[in-house]
């Protein structure tokens, strides 16, 4: 896909404000001036943290008493196993990497938004998800798989945003771990890390962590 840039730190610090990147900083203790650009500010936090020691410290930006739930939030490690059809979507022209995972829920679908969907389907980097809340299930095969091609399963026509099929399959959500079983990406396995739920909506995002 053109205008994909495959950079898995910078992928993951983007999904975060100058503050919650300066919070980031001293928490990791890093001896750094904070710049007054958000870009600068995350170049210069890849040149001293790895990214193992990113996600470590994304892991806690967000801390919540431990044993407790965020109030008025059912996040995805609390309902029961789920199992069903999944497809991957892309839907931006202008941002080429965001995308769609929509999980087969009974009667409808859910829709998490991906960060970065590439990254995601290579099942080796950590990815930002956010729930995007429940969608008519006619909108699980409702995308192009080629320009002015709809997927033969589909019940529905496509949004206006002409969503593109990037990969499709089954999945299990259990216990905080979700996994997949897809066409062309074959095995996906995640554990889901609350991050915190986000102001306003009451819906959660998460980080994805990769399962070897």
Same mark, same amino acid.
């Given at each position: ?38 870009? !600068? *500010?995350? %170049? $210069? ?9 990113? +996600?470590?410290?994304?892991? /806690?930006?967000? @801390? ?48 998490? !938004? *991906?960060? %970065? $969907? ?9 990815? +930002?998800?956010?729930?995007? /809340?429940?969608? @008519? ?57 609350l991050l915190r739920a986000r102001p306003g909506t009451g819906r959660a995002e ?7």
């Amino acid at each position: 896909m053109q205008g994909i840039h495959l950079q898995p730190a910078q992928n993951l610090l983007e999904n975060f404000t100058r503050a919650e990147l300066a919070r980031l900083v001293r928490r990791a203790k890093l001896d750094l001036e904070i710049p007054r650009s958000r870009a !600068a *500010l995350i %170049n $210069a936090i890849t040149r001293y943290l790895s990214l193992d020691d990113i +996600v470590d410290a994304i892991s /806690g930006l967000f @801390p919540r008493p431990k044993g407790r739930r965020v109030k008025g939030l059912v996040g995805l490690d609390q309902l029961p196993p789920l199992h069903g059809d999944a497809t991957v979507q892309v839907y931006s022209p202008s941002k080429p990497a965001l995308g769609l995972l929509l999980l087969e829920h009974g009667a409808a679908c859910r829709a998490l !938004a *991906l960060s %970065n $969907a590439p990254l995601f389907l290579e099942n080796r980097w950590p990815v +930002v998800l956010r729930d995007a /809340g429940m969608l @008519p299930r006619t909108r699980l095969y409702a995308a192009f798989t080629r320009p002015g091609q709809v997927h033969p399963d589909a019940e529905a026509a496509p949004p206006r945003s002409k969503p593109f099929m990037l990969d499709e399959g089954e999945y299990q959500l259990r216990n905080s771990r979700l996994r997949l079983e897809l066409k062309h990406s074959g095995p996906l396995s995640f554990h889901l890390v609350l991050l915190r739920a986000r102001p306003g909506t009451g819906r959660a995002e998460y980080l994805l962590e990769p399962i070897a």
